[in-house]
């Protein structure tokens, strides 16, 4: 059993950064086969933001390499994204979620994640 709590969100204008945490107990981060964030506007589906594999493989949903960076702290046992360059159609709520299952046959499919945390609010204003 995975439990994830986010936190890190908050309000900023277009152009500003933010970096969102991902703090987990009950198993080591870099054990479990997946991890990954999603976020979730009003009235859109949930998208697939970005993944990190157990063994430390990184993917990106499409668009977003280059504003955002994926990043796991195995010793603080937290996985970050830094979130750079925002716009306002960043403005979501964004989830970490944990599968057992390979980063690579899961894809951004929501699914297939198991474990979720209770979500953290970003939102950026023109």
């Known amino acids: 059993q995975v439990h994830l709590v986010e936190s890190g969100g908050g309000s900023v204008q277009a152009g500003g950064s933010l970096r969102l945490s991902c703090a987990a107990s009950?198993?080591?981060?870099?054990?479990?086969?997946?991890v990954a964030w999603f976020r979730q506007a009003p009235g859109k589906e949930r998208e697939g933001v970005a993944s990190?594999?157990?063994?430390?493989?990184?993917d990106y949903g499409d668009s977003l390499k280059g504003r955002f960076t994926l990043s796991r702290d195995n010793a603080e046992n937290t996985l970050y994204l830094g979130m750079n360059t925002l716009e306002p159609e960043d403005t979501a709520m964004y989830y970490c979620?944990?599968?057992?299952?390979?980063?690579?046959?899961?894809?951004?499919?929501?699914?297939?994640?198991?474990?979720w945390g209770q979500g953290t609010q970003v939102t950026v204003s023109s």
């Open positions: 009950g198993a080591s981060l870099s054990a479990v086969y997946c």
């Open positions: 979620a944990a599968s057992e299952g390979l980063c690579r046959n899961t894809g951004f499919a929501s699914h297939f994640f198991t474990y």
């Open positions: 990190i594999s157990k063994y430390g493989r990184t």
